[in-house]
Each structure stands twice: as structure tokens, then as C-alpha cells.
């Protein structure tokens, strides 16, 4: 259901994005989805051939590049890639962090037939 | 075979309910706003029907119920006789920010001290929309496993502060509390946990002082009716 939502917003960008060509048939679209936005991409891709089927998007390919999950340390500046969800610096151990990635949601390209 | 090109986008989507976000929070400048997060059946509407029965001699406070379908939640809460206002989100697992606006004229805003956004019941995607809040909350109840702050670690990190209801069953269940505050620790350090009992009323009372410490004091004085 979660993923239903994001890609109708998807579908919205895409259509924007579209706007300024004519445009018979796209091949694929490329998005960027971060860890932390708890979306699928086996739900993603469903969502994708919903909302596809019947128009230019229908038989696309569906590129999802996931964004690993990175933080900063407050403390030590150290930056670094956040496994297992703990958020601690492994560098100074302290536990005040700032998320850099991993929260993307990002329609990055599109591949269109011209 | 046709040439294919490809067309550079680049389109973050989540910048229209950010900028939506940001609006909300600008119109509810003077006012307090809570978004009260957990899963159906976590006792987010018995733990705010318990808030408001402390806090309404305390502070003006209104209430956005969200769910997806009925208006039984803003029933309940209408008993308090507090402004309420459901949004029943037609199937969405969420609120976001543009439901949040289409009900803010609904609401005599310069004279409420805070604002209850109840969440859709669900520990996913609540978590990573804003709708204008000051701080997210999230009420856990024990019962729903100790295991949850680990599989939907986001609704955790997200959230200021953390209930953990129905601590009364804790002695019928085999979850570990005190490894339960550890889980949501490594995950969000800084979080207020509160461990209450919405259904004896234990701990209601330092949650809504706690409620209460965030009111912003450019607004109207809580204590004058």
C-alpha cells in the first residue's frame, strides 16, 4: 500500500518530466530509493506495472538503485555507512548522529524511444 | 529500431509535501503539534482520550483523528469536548501534509496551545511524512513484541519521544521491558521513553508533563479559560 502511494508519485514526475516531449514509449526508468524509506522494491516494481499498464511506460524497465543507509558523526565529523540500524560512530562512539543517506526518493532518468 | 535517449530528471519526490510540510508548520507557528504514531491497537486514541482528561484544564487542545476509514476515533474524542476533526485518508496508509492543510481552517488556531495529529495506525510510512509537526511520538504497546523498535527502526529514530503502553500486561507476556528501552536507545538515543498504562492510567502523568514542557509561550496563557 505504501509503495502504491510513492508511485503514484512517481507517476506524477514522470508525467511532468514528460510534459515538454513527444514521447511513444519509454524503456526505462530509474529511480533512487534510500534504505530508510522502507520501500520494497519487489512492491515498487508491482506498483510500477499498475500504474504502467496502458500508457507509454507499459513494459518498462524499472531500475531501482538502493541508497545504503550513512551517517554522520556530530562529534568527530567521521562519516559512515550505518549497518544493522545502530547508530553509533564507530570511530568515537558517540551516539549523536546525523543522517546523510539513505532517505532518497528520487526520480533520477528516464530512457525514452526518440 | 528507434534510437533511444535517455532524459535526466532528477525529481526528489518528496519535495511537494516538504514544501507543504513547511507551510503547515509556518500556519501553526504559535501552536504545539504533536504527530501520534503506532500500529492499530497500540492505544494511540485511549492514550489521548487519557491526555486530554489531565490536560484540558491545563491547555487548549484540539485533535486531528486520522484514518481510513470510519470516524470512530473523533467519536471518542469528541467527548472530551475538545475541536476535533476527522480525515479519513479513503485507503491511504498515511496522512500527509496537504490533508493536514485542507483541515487546519477548520480550527480557531489562535486560541489552541497544542495540536494532535493521530497518525493512520501502521509503523511504515507514517514515519517518513511530515505534516508540519514539532515532534513525532510513537506508542508501542509491549504486547505487539519486543522485536518492533528493530523491524521498523525509522517510526523510532523519527519519533521525540517513545510510549510504551500497556505496561499493566507486562507480567502475561514474556517481553523483556528494560531490553525493549535498550533497542530504542541504539536506535534513537536522545528519545523520551515513557512507560504508562493507559488502561490503569500509571505514567499518563509524566507523559503530559512532559506534553505540556513543549508549549510554545508565545501563545495564549494555558491556565486562563
Known amino acids: 500500500m505504501h509503495e502504491m502511494s ?4 512517481v507517476f506524477e514526475a514522470i508525467d511532468a518530466a514528460l510534459e515538454a516531449y513527444q514521447v511513444p514509449r519509454v524503456t526505462k526508468v530509474k529511480l533512487q530509493v534510500g534504505r530508510l524509506t522502507n520501500a520494497e522494491p519487489d512492491a515498487l516494481d508491482f506498483a510500477f506495472q499498475a500504474f504502467a499498464a496502458g500508457t507509454p511506460m507499459e513494459g518498462a524497465v524499472l531500475e531501482i538503485e538502493l541508497v545504503p543507509l550513512a551517517g554522520c558523526c556530530k562529534e568527530c565529523a567521521r562519516e559512515f555507512e550505518i549497518e544493522g540500524l545502530v547508530f553509533y560512530c564507530p570511530e568515537c562512539k558517540s551516539p549523536s548522529i546525523h543522517i546523510v543517506r539513505g ?4 526520480l533520477e532518468s528516464l530512457e525514452v524511444e526518440a | ?6 532524459i535526466k530528471v532528477m525529481s526528489n519526490l518528496r519535495t511537494a509535501n516538504e514544501i507543504q510540510a513547511r507551510d503547515n508548520r509556518h500556519t501553526l507557528e504559535q501552536v504545539f503539534v504533536c504527530n ?14 487519557r491526555t486530554l482528561a489531565e490536560l484540558t484544564a491545563r491547555a487548549k487542545v ?7 476509514y470510519t ?8 467527548h472530551y469536548g475538545v475541536p476535533v476533526v476527522q480525515i479519513n485518508t479513503g485507503g491511504g496508509c498515511h496522512l500527509d501534509a496537504s490533508m493536514v492543510a485542507a483541515v487546519l481552517p477548520r480550527f480557531d488556531l489562535a486560541r489552541l496551545d497544542m495540536l494532535v495529529i493521530e497518525n493512520v495506525g501502521n509503523l511504515v510510512c507514517p514515519a517518513d511524512f511530515d505534516l508540519g509537526e514539532d515532534i513525532k511520538a510513537v506508542v508501542l504497546s509491549i504486547t505487539e513484541g519486543d522485536d518492533k523498535p528493530v523491524k521498523y527502526p525509522l517510526i523510532f529514530r523519527n519519533s521525540k519521544a517513545v510510549v510504551l503502553n500497556k505496561l499493566d500486561l507486562a507480567g502475561f507476556t514474556d517481553v523483556n521491558v528494560s531490553k525493549l528501552e535498550q533497542d530504542i536507545r541504539a536506535i534513537n538515543p536522545e528519545a523520551e521513553i515513557f512507560q504508562v498504562s493507559c488502561r490503569t492510567g500509571d505514567g499518563v502523568d509524566r507523559w503530559c508533563d512532559w506534553l505540556l514542557s513543549n508549549l510554545k509561550q508565545t501563545g495564549t496563557a494555558p491556565n486562563i479559560n
Open chain 2, 71 to 78: 470516524t470512530k476515533d473523533a467519536d471518542r474524542i469528541a
Open chain 2, 36 to 49: 501520534l504514531l503506532g500500529s492499530p491497537g497500540a492505544g494511540k486514541t485511549t492514550l489521548l482520550e
Open chain 1, 6 to 9: 510513492l508511485m503514484s508519485g
Open chain 2, 62 to 68: 484540539g485533535v486531528i483523528e486520522g484514518d481510513i
Open chain 2, 1 to 6: 529500431m528507434s534510437d533511444v535517449k535517455e
Open chain 1, 103 to 106: 532517505r532518497e526518493l528520487v
